[in-house]
């Protein structure tokens, strides 16, 4: 699978790459990574592809994910708070 076709299945569950990314326990880059590339690995094809279409059929995923104590999303705050760090810190005069 393409990576904007990869993306496009994560749109559809309402994924990010930075939520997605924490929801596998991976870097953001190692995912957006991809994009440079002719293909994704095939088990984020998968995930993508079931995370898309559960969502397409009105199934909430994320309720599904936290009975089994994985909280979607909870890792993405984190990753937005680093990167905000970040672009602060360069910001900073030295």
């Given at each position: 699978?393409?990576?904007?076709?990869?993306?496009?299945?994560?749109?559809?569950?309402?994924?990010?790459?930075?939520?997605?990314?924490?929801?596998?326990?991976?870097?953001?880059?190692?995912?957006?990574?991809?994009s440079k590339k002719a293909?994704?690995?095939?088990?984020?094809?998968?995930?993508?592809?079931?995370?898309?279409?559960?969502?397409?059929?009105?199934?909430?995923?994320?309720?599904?994910?936290?009975?089994?104590?994985i909280v979607v999303g909870?890792a993405d705050r984190k990753?937005?708070?680093?990167?905000?760090?970040?672009?602060?810190?360069?910001?900073?005069?030295?």
């Amino acid at each position: 699978m393409g990576y904007e076709e990869f993306r496009r299945h994560l749109g559809k569950a309402g994924l990010s790459i930075n939520a997605f990314a924490s929801l596998i326990s991976v870097s953001p880059s190692s995912i957006s990574n991809y994009s440079k590339k002719a293909q994704v690995p095939r088990h984020y094809a998968v995930l993508a592809i079931l995370l898309g279409d559960v969502a397409d059929n009105s199934v909430d995923f994320r309720a599904l994910l936290a009975r089994f104590g994985i909280v979607v999303g909870e890792a993405d705050r984190k990753v937005a708070q680093i990167q905000e760090y970040r672009v602060g810190a360069l910001r900073r005069p030295k």
